[in-house]
Structures are given as structure tokens and as C-alpha cells.
């Protein structure tokens, strides 16, 4: 509700303490000085304030009573009247993998951190192993870890965990081959506003789309972007496809707990909460991997390498507008260079390929529904002069 549409509903805006004071001065005899700084006019004052303010404060309670114009716990308990509850922020979990001496002992709550910030020179990030083991014969043990705090930042990428903070001798190498998934933040007003509206708006109807989306994203927090389409040839047979909350696959804990709180086993048997006969299958969309080989010219005064690593986050910010995205599934080879191009540093490019999974792109490439395109810095080749 706009601001206009409240004064529609509550005229406060016309409130002020000047008002307040002339109505309450008119209902006094005429025969007394109502003048300014008379005993009526001083007398009246400080209540004709405290009813301004009175207003103010019943607007604002009006506010806080409507979704669109409410915020935090009021925005909480409007969400509560529908069964609606802010998703909780959630720590990053994966592995890491030790390297050391035979018969090292590694308890649970063993802590690990990424490499210390080179500003504050303080570690980034911890880590804790959630369950012990001792290392074998081949001298190398994965173990999984949970990072100490809530939120995205544990998301960290492979090979960033390398520092023991527990006091264990006999270890020679720490890492984590994969990045670590699933640390969430608080979910937003503005976020959980949209969510709330949307259901709303899209109420379920025993089994439709919006009722599968709704589904995938109350399994976890986690759940990001969700697909809904019927299997071709498999009648009762849905397909739900999903990514995390930064578009990337989600891991196979993700899909377990969705697979399992729609419909376990894809038995179709009402166990979960898809209705009876229908068969679900959740699953991740499979990834393409995109190769980029191009030379790039860097403005004098800025680092190239600051420079290309933002050349390939922008073009992994183009790709992440395209999954799971029925509006449009082509990545374009004009948007690739426009993202190169609008990166702050570049001052041109040239003689750019492409290709997908090993395969050369020369024109627009259409993507598959089930699959998504991803980009990483392993995967550009970045040409020198005179190339």
C-alpha cells in the first residue's frame, strides 16, 4: 500500500499540531483570548502536540498492519497468518581432506580456516569437523565440516581451506577439493515480501505448479529457483528441477530433502506433500561448461588480473539470468561481449571463441530446459599480445 492509498484510508497527513490546536481553540468560548500566548492558547498546546504525534503513531501502526509496508517481526507475524515463516540463515557444510602420518587422530570439533585476509590479517573464515576419524594407511582423510558461523560467506571456493587452528601434530597438508554449499543468510524483507505475496497471489490447488514451487522452497532454505514440468511420455510423472540460492546445482543433500519432503523415493504414494499418483522426481539441472579464449586490453592503471577475474564474474552474472529461465534460454554471443565490455578496466577485447562442453559456439546457443551454463576462471584462456 502506497503512501497516497494511506491517506485515502487514514487522512494523517492533515493532522499537524496547527490543526489540532484551531479545532480545540474553536470549541472554546469566543469571549476568551484565544491569541498566541494566551493562558487557552499555552493550555491547549502541549496537548494539540501530543495528538499530532498520536497520528503519526497510527499511521505508522496502519503501516505495519499491511505486508507491502510492514517490515521485520510485524512483516514476521503477517507471514505467520499464512503458515509463512522467514527462512533461518543456515552454515555452509562440506569436506575437507587431511594429509598426514598414519594413525593422526582427528577428533570431532577440530577446527580449520581459510588463509588470513591480507588487510586485517585475520582469518576469514572457520571451519569444524562434525564427525572424527583417524588417518589411514594412504595417509589422506576426508572429513565433512560445518562452518562456525551462519550465512553465505562460508561458502567458500576449493582450495581455500588450508590452515589448522586445532593443535594436531603429524599433519602435512590441508584442503577442501570442493567449495563448500548450503550457508544462507537471514532471508531479506524484501525477499521474504515476495515470497509471501506470491503465495498469495498463486494459491495451490492440490498439486498445480505453484504448489510444487512453494514445496521445493519450504524443504530448505537453501532451495533457490525451481522448475516445474510433467515427464514427456511418463504420465503422473513430474519433473522438479532446482538450484541453490546463488544459481548454482544443488548438491545431493539439497535434493534428498526436497525429493523426500514432496515425495519420498518417487513412490507417488502421498507420503510426502504431493497428492497421491503423482510421481516426482527432484533433480538439478546438468551443467555445460563454457570455455572462453580471448585477448583482453587492460586501461593503464588498473591490475590485469583484478581486472580479468571481474571479466569473468560479469559474464558468470549474464549466465546466472538464464537458469532455469523459460523467458529465454539462448546465451548470446552479443550480452557475453557486453559483459566483457561493461567491466570497469576494460578498455577493448578481441578474437573471442567460445565453446560448450569442448564444443565450438559461433552463434547463439540454445539451452536445453534441463540445463544450465556455468563459467569459471580455470576455463578462460586469455591471449598476449602478438597472439
Not at 532471508?187 to 505453484?210: C, M, Q, W
Not at 514432496?262 to 502421498?270: F, H, K, R, V
Amino acid at each position: 500500500m502506497s503512501e497516497k492509498d494511506l491517506s485515502a484510508v487514514f487522512p494523517y497527513q492533515d493532522q499537524t499540531e496547527e490543526a489540532i490546536r484551531r479545532r480545540m481553540l474553536s470549541a472554546v468560548d469566543p469571549s476568551w483570548d484565544q491569541s498566541e500566548g494566551s493562558f487557552i492558547w499555552d493550555s491547549l498546546s502541549p496537548a494539540a502536540i501530543e495528538f499530532a504525534l498520536a497520528y503519526i503513531r497510527a499511521k505508522e501502526v496502519l503501516q505495519w498492519g499491511f505486508a507491502t509496508t510492514t517490515f521485520g517481526p510485524y512483516l514476521d507475524a503477517r507471514g505467520a497468518e499464512r503458515g509463512i515463516f522467514r527462512r533461518p540463515a543456515q552454515k555452509a557444510v562440506g569436506e575437507v581432506t587431511v594429509e598426514g602420518a598414519a594413525g593422526v587422530y582427528i577428533p570431532e570439533g577440530t577446527m580449520f580456516a581459510t588463509e588470513a585476509d591480507e588487510l586485517s590479517d585475520e582469518n576469514l573464515q572457520y571451519f569444524v569437523t562434525t564427525a572424527d576419524g583417524t588417518i589411514p594407511g594412504n595417509k589422506t582423510l576426508t572429513l565433512p565440516v560445518a562452518c562456525t558461523k551462519e550465512g553465505s560467506t562460508g561458502n567458500v571456493l576449493p582450495q581455500k581451506i588450508t590452515i589448522a587452528v586445532s593443535k594436531i601434530s603429524g599433519l602435512t597438508k590441508i584442503d577442501n577439493a570442493d567449495a563448500m554449499s548450503g550457508g544462507v543468510d537471514e532471508e531479506t524483507d524484501e525477499a521474504f515480501l515476495n515470497r509471501y505475496l506470491k503465495h498469495v497471489r498463486n494459491p495451490g490447488a492440490s498439486g498445480n505448479i505453484a504448489d510444487y514451487i512453494r514445496w521445493a522452497q519450504e524443504a530448505d532454505a537453501s532451495v533457490g529457483k525451481v522448475q516445474v514440468s510433467p515427464i514427456a511420455g511418463q504420465p503422473g510423472h513430474v519433473q522438479v528441477l532446482l538450484v541453490d540460492l546463488e544459481d548454482r546445482p544443488a548438491t545431493a543433500g539439497l535434493i534428498k530433502k526436497v525429493q523426500d519432503y514432496i515425495d519420498p523415493n518417487s513412490a507417488g504414494g502421498g507420503a510426502g506433500m504431493a497428492p497421491i499418483g503423482a510421481k516426482i522426481h527432484v533433480e538439478t539441472p546438468t551443467q555445460l561448461v563454457l570455455s572462453l579464449r580471448l585477448r583482453l586490453t587492460v586501461i593503464r592503471g588498473y591490475e590485469e588480473a583484478g581486472v580479468k577475474r571481474a571479466v569473468v564474474q560479469n559474464i558468470s552474472k549474464y549466465l546466472r539470468t538464464l537458469v532455469l529461465n523459460p523467458e529465454d534460454r539462448f546465451v548470446r554471443l552479443s550480452k557475453v561481449g557486453q559483459a566483457i565490455m561493461m567491466t570497469e578496466g576494460v578498455q577493448d577485447f578481441d578474437q573471442l571463441t567460445m565453446a560448450v562442453d569442448g564444443v565450438p559456439v559461433t552463434q547463439n546457443l540454445e539451452i536445453a530446459a534441463d540445463a544450465m551454463v556455468v563459467l569459471a576462471e580455470a576455463n578462460v584462456e586469455w591471449l598476449q599480445a602478438g597472439e
